[in-house]
């Protein structure tokens, strides 16, 4: 049987399998996985192992509410490399498959846990659904832009976001069904935000007045692994501090720290004036966090989404960004990586007015689930 590369369609059983592997999947396949649960739809998890700190990944499962994943990768976390952790996660993702046959395979964003999951369903007759199908920055230098175009590609199902994402999916004349279906970031952020108050409103009102501070996080290779972009902006978060008057708390991710300690930049982070670094939280601290926040500055694509969402003024310290839509209704600015930029947008930011339309509609979980 090990040798079948191709499964026949009579062989697959009525399930669906569901890759995750990274802090936002996550995020964004709970209130999915929930309503299969709630319509008591077969499916299994497959965890990827890419993500495997426990504030990147247990502690989501905990505040998302979700069970242990059914299956998880081993060897995946020690790979340093795309092409080292895609194949590893290929691989296994690949064995499991072949063992299970389910009809579907759903996975969404753009990490390379995606695109594994997708080109090991593809390579063997799965069908493949992709869930925030059809996102683009159009740039190459962006690693997630690959992932994006190929799982697109690849996919039978693209579930989207928006109008705008079907209409580029159609313009690039994919061959599968574009249904769109809206954000689950949207379900996520909604269906947790009262219990994320309950739990930690009043610790963080204590140590952090409400609109008194800026959340900052970054991570994209494209902005902290270049010395002079993750300088630009710790430079750029201490102008902020100290021109708008307001604490910066940096959540800072594994890489962005494993970069601080490789161009010698820890020392300077832990002591500039005004910010103050931290590790990541998880999911529901980071609801209640934003929910106060009176500025959000990101690189992250979840966290901007988030800051519309919840009508907290973003600035995205990137050239370019996936959520165009966000920067379109004035509820996100494109500042770079430059101090100066950093500082203006972040000013401008702070005088205009929060009353954008959110363009995600109000949580679509059970549509993508139906
Ligand atoms: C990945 C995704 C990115 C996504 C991000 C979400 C790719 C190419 N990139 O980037 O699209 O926005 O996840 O957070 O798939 N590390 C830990 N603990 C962890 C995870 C990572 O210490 O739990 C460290 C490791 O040193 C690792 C580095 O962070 O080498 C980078 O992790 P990796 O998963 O390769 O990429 P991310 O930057 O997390
Ligand atoms: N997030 C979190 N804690 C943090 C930083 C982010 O819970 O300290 C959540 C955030 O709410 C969002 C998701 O992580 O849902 C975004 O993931 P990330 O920024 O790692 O990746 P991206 O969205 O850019 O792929």
């Avoid at 846990?113 to 925030?132: F, Q």
Wanted: aromatic share 6%; charged share 25%.
């Amino acid at each position: 049987m090990m040798d079948e590369k191709f499964l026949k369609l009579e062989s697959l059983r009525p399930e669906i399998a569901i890759v995750v592997g990274t802090r936002p999947g996550i995020v964004k396949f709970a209130p999915i996985i929930h309503a299969l649960r709630n319509r008591a739809l077969a499916h299994f998890v497959i965890h990827t192992g890419q993500h495997y700190s426990p504030n990147m990944d247990s502690q989501f499962f905990e505040d998302l509410e979700l069970p242990a994943s059914d299956y998880r990768l081993e060897g995946v976390a020690d790979k340093t490399t795309h092409g080292g952790q895609t194949a590893a996660m290929l691989d296994g993702i690949e064995r499991i498959l072949m063992e299970r046959r389910p009809q579907l395979v759903l996975m969404g964003g753009d990490a390379n846990t995606n695109l594994a999951g997708a080109l090991a369903a593809r390579k063997l007759g799965i069908h493949v659904g992709h869930l925030e199908a059809g996102e683009r920055c159009y740039d190459w230098q962006v690693s997630e832009e690959h992932n994006r175009r190929i799982i697109d590609h690849i996919s039978d199902y693209l579930f989207t976001t928006s109008q705008k994402t079907g209409e580029y999916l159609n313009r690039e004349a994919v061959q599968g069904k574009v249904v769109e279906t809206g954000n689950t970031v949207v379900d996520a952020s909604y269906q947790h935000l009262e219990i994320a108050l309950c739990r930690y409103g009043d610790s963080i009102r204590q140590q952090l007045p409400p609109r008194s501070y800026a959340i900052m996080t970054t991570h994209r290779e494209e902005t902290v692994d270049y010395p002079e972009r993750l300088r630009g902006m710790l430079a750029g978060a201490e102008r902020v501090a100290k021109e708008l008057s307001i604490r910066v708390v940096f959540l800072a991710h594994p890489r962005t720290q494993k970069r601080f300690r490789e161009f010698e930049l820890a020392d300077w982070a832990c002591n500039l004036a005004g910010v103050e670094l931290r590790d990541g939280v998880g999911y529901l601290e980071f609801l209640a966090l934003l929910a106060g926040a009176r500025l959000v500055m990101t690189d992250s694509g979840g966290v901007q989404q988030e800051a519309c969402i919840h009508r907290i003024p973003c600035i995205t310290m990137n050239e370019t960004t996936e959520w165009t839509e966000t920067v379109e209704i004035g509820a996100n600015r494109l500042v770079g990586t430059d101090p100066e930029r950093i500082s203006v947008g972040a000013t401008e930011a702070l005088r205009a007015k929060v009353d954008w339309q959110v363009p995600f509609g109000d949580g679509h979980a059970k549509e993508v689930a139906r």
